[in-house]
């Protein structure tokens, strides 16, 4: 083609670019005008205006003039009337492969819908087989949120496709149709049926890979009935679900501009399609080709709540997780994101976010009312009980008559009191997943670990007064002390695992004072108050030992140990928690352990107390309640032998056991977190001083902190209140960041510091006074200043050791002492005085 004068080179480029955009649409059945890209880029409007006549000419005489008076497609310049036994009344619809008609089928006397394939779209040579594809895939599927195929032809060279009618209109002309937004409800209803179909679908091995709402029909009667699987691909013809890129690029998952299809692509479609029904209006608008996979990539898109504040937060939360850009956080398959929109359609509790106690009891109220109705009598007997005793006492003895039967009466205001009181206990203790599958009576506080919540905290503090209230009116009932007791070391489990340390330890220990105080008053039997003692002093001990305050750790530990090895006749609790502390005394956290490394003494100590621990473990066959806080300490133990071993063999055999035994453990139990959690731990417990020494052991090392990654992220995902997990992503990624330092990749080694960071850093705006998070950081900071001096970043490198001091700076002064803040600044200060490299 000759080019018009006067366009430089790099304009031609640019608009050849935008030539290619308008003849594809063009081909695609769309007739977008000149003037429409002319004044979308007005910098180049005038060679627009003068190529672009010429490109559209060349396309008409390929396409043989296939453009009549009206714009419209007319199939190579024919208006089809007649396609064998079907007569086609009138033109329906237009996709990117085909026009649809009403045609009537003769032979049989009924109405149906028929996709005619123009010559047009043979330009491309796959079409025909997209098409003929097609019409095998959807034919073999019978779902009735599914258009249902009924077969294919060809007359005079032109190919088509029967299909059922369906007497209604698309999705996106309904959408834009309404003078406002889809309810939620309708919305939500709508998604469901195309997710059943979709569910349908992926469980016969087919991908749609088209999801929109052009691709969704509303019937008469409101069902929605997904169609066109032109793009479809059979996954069990093509088992690695790739290929190349097609389909509407506004509705595509990121991953599939990588070229890369699966089921959760589909879901990632419906998720844009249910927001843009929720929304009115299209998620992503008003941007190039160029700019849209990055918008999808980053999810630029108006919050659905800014957008539609009556929405309910379930349902924004449904479509948040269904349109998430990262794969790992969106529903796995077309079935979970069904199920969640049948839930909150049935107002039950969505699996996509925790939801609280309160909301649970709400909701099972308005579906259970007559039920409702008789717990409220319970409740509110709860809320009264307290009062209703102390009123009959006080009745009791001013008359000094019918004592027996009015202190019955008390007791038994207590009894349902104390039901309650526990029941609210368990409620608010246990995952919303785990509601309805556990035995409440068979409870232990150990199986609290790493649900945490910030709602039950607040509930369980609330309840520990009523608790002193039901004591003091009956100080002669050992249950209310032990009861006050369990629910002292949840409230305390929980306030740790989000960052509350300090309040954690105040908790457990005016705990151990109540129950010193109270126990043998109460009549409290020995055993169960000394298997008490013994849980509250290791969750001590364990507290302690978060907060690096090591001495005080050791205390209590020692005191678990003390009062579980004084039990007579202990049982299996008792030696589950002798053996927990037994394990932790000899397994110091690695920070204490750099501290100990001359002392041979405290080694010594340290063997003898896990050979104890091990000893316990060995001649117990634990139930099956116990047997995943077993597993734990058991891989504890090979854990720590690998870390002592001198010998690099016996180091990754005893590592390897570790791994195994919670592999084996989370095979039976996969949804167990403290499994998961371990698991994590053992994985990442790479010691880059002593065991990073060639490219092989760096390769083995960074396989196994990405696959500790891999392992956390659910448990990230499901629990992001839990500074616990946080915490442990901070450090694999810091060592990630080391060697990825080590094999001098700087530009990796910054981007997972710098996401490091980031978590620390939210880590002390949830809890600003926290030693250890502050000390993090400026170590994090320190590695930071240690990239930027490699690459000659003389003002990064200052503003980064300057950020960290700044963090030692803002911790309190009667800390400043403390060992890890001292060889934190060390450490710090030595680096910046360093010379620079030349």
């Avoid at 043979?122 to 599914?146: C, G, K, P, V, Y």
């Avoid at 063997?607 to 316990?616: E, P, Q, S, T």
């Avoid at 092989?696 to 696959?707: C, M, P, V």
Wanted: net charge negative; hydrophobic share 40%.
């Amino acid at each position: 083609m000759q080019l018009p004068d006067a366009i430089d080179d790099d304009t031609y480029s640019s608009v050849d670019v935008l030539a290619s955009d308008f003849v594809a649409r063009y081909r695609n059945g769309e007739r977008p005008t000149v003037e429409e890209y002319a004044n979308r880029h007005p910098d180049w409007s005038e060679p627009i205006r003068r190529i672009f006549p010429l490109v559209l000419s060349v396309e008409k005489v390929k396409v043989d003039q296939q453009s009549g008076s009206d714009g419209r497609a007319t199939l190579a310049g024919r208006t089809l009337e007649r396609l064998g036994d079907f007569r086609l009344v009138r033109e329906i619809g237009r996709g990117g492969m085909g026009i649809v008609y009403e045609a009537e089928q003769e032979s049989l006397g009924r109405s149906v819908a028929i996709k005619v394939l123009p010559k047009q779209s043979l330009l491309e040579e796959d079409a025909l087989q997209r098409f003929q594809h097609e019409a095998s895939t959807a034919a073999a599927m019978h779902h009735s949120n599914i258009v249902p195929i009924f077969g294919i032809g060809q007359c005079d060279g032109t190919h088509y496709l029967v299909m059922q009618l369906v007497r209604g209109v698309s999705l996106e002309k309904q959408i834009a149709a309404e003078e406002s937004p889809l309810d939620g409800r309708t919305a939500a209803r709508t998604a469901a049926e195309i997710a059943d179909g979709l569910a349908y679908a992926h469980a016969n091995g087919v991908l749609h890979r088209d999801v929109k709402p052009a691709n969704i029909l509303i019937d008469g009667e409101g069902l929605a009935q997904l169609t066109d699987f032109g793009l479809a691909r059979n996954t069990q013809d093509d088992p690695t679900m790739t290929q190349t890129l097609s389909g509407s690029p506004r509705y595509m998952a990121p991953e599939r501009f990588q070229g890369r299809s699966n089921e959760q692509c589909d879901v990632y479609g419906l998720g844009v399609t249910l927001y843009e029904m929720l929304a009115g209006s299209p998620a992503f608008e008003n941007l190039t080709p160029q700019q849209l996979p990055e918008a999808i990539k980053h999810q630029l898109v108006k919050p659905l709540k800014s957008v539609r504040p009556d929405v309910s937060t379930d349902l924004q939360t449904i479509v948040a997780k269904a349109m998430s850009p990262d794969p790992v956080h969106r529903y796995q398959s077309a079935s979970d994101l069904r199920d969640d929109l049948h839930r909150f359609l049935s107002d039950e509790p969505i699996l996509a976010r925790r939801t609280t106690a309160f909301q649970r009891f709400v909701r099972w109220c308005r579906r259970n009312p007559k039920l409702a109705g008789v717990s409220g009598i319970a409740i509110a007997s709860m809320l009264a009980a307290t009062t209703a005793s102390s009123v009959g006492f006080a009745m009791t003895s001013a008359a000094n008559e019918r004592t027996t039967d009015a202190l019955t009466q008390a007791e038994q205001t207590v009894d349902l009191a104390l039901r309650s009181l526990d029941g609210v206990v368990d409620v608010v203790s246990v995952p919303a997943s785990a509601m309805g599958d556990m035995d409440m009576g068979e409870l232990d506080a150990t199986q609290f670990l790493l649900n945490p919540s910030p709602h039950a905290a607040r509930v369980l503090e609330s309840i520990q007064p009523l608790y002193e209230r039901l004591a003091n009116q009956s100080p002669t009932r050992p249950d209310i002390v032990e009861q006050m007791t369990q629910a002292s070391l949840r409230l305390a489990q929980i306030q740790q695992q989000l960052g509350r340390t300090d309040i954690a330890i105040k908790t457990l220990k005016e705990s151990v004072a109540l129950l010193e105080r109270r126990g043998d008053l109460a009549g409290l039997p020995i055993g169960e108050k000394q298997l008490l003692l013994v849980r509250l002093h290791n969750e001590l001990g364990k507290v302690y030992a978060s907060e690096l305050e090591y001495e005080k750790s050791d205390e209590a530990y020692g005191m678990a140990i003390e009062v579980g090895e004084a039990v007579s006749d202990p049982d299996e609790r008792v030696t589950l928690q002798l053996a927990n502390a037994y394990v932790s005394l000899g397994d110091p956290p690695a920070q204490r352990r750099r501290h100990q490394i001359d002392s041979p003494v405290s080694s010594r100590i340290q063997r003898d107390r896990l050979a104890a621990g091990k000893a316990i473990l060995d001649e117990w066959n634990p139930s099956t309640q116990d047997a995943g806080e077993v597993a734990v300490l058991r891989a504890r133990i090979h854990l720590i032998e690998s870390r002592r071993a001198k010998r690099p063999v016996v180091r990754r055999s005893e590592l390897l056991s570790a791994i195994e035994i919670l592999q084996e453990r989370l095979a039976q139990t996969p949804d167990d977190s403290r499994i998961r959690f371990a698991l994590v731990e053992t994985l990442a417990s790479v010691n880059l001083r002593r065991q990073i020494g060639s490219q092989r052991s760096i390769q083995e090392a960074q396989e196994r902190l990405h696959h500790a990654l891999r392992e956390l992220r659910p448990l990230r995902s499901s629990n992001p209140e839990t500074a616990l997990f946080a915490v442990s992503e901070v450090h694999i990624l810091h060592k990630l960041s080391n060697l990825a330092r080590m094999q001098g990749n700087d530009s990796i080694s910054l981007e997972r510091l710098e996401k490091a960071i980031s978590i620390q850093s939210s880590l002390i705006d949830a809890s600003p006074n926290s030693m250890p998070h502050r000390c993090w950081r400026a170590l994090l900071y320190r590695s930071l200043a240690e990239v930027h001096r490699r690459e000659h970043h003389t003002e990064l490198e200052r503003e980064a050791i300057a950020t960290a001091l700044a963090d030692l700076d803002a911790i309190d002064s009667e800390l400043a002492s403390h060992p890890f803040v001292v060889q934190t600044r060390q450490a710090i200060e030595e680096f910046a005085s360093e010379e620079k490299s030349p």
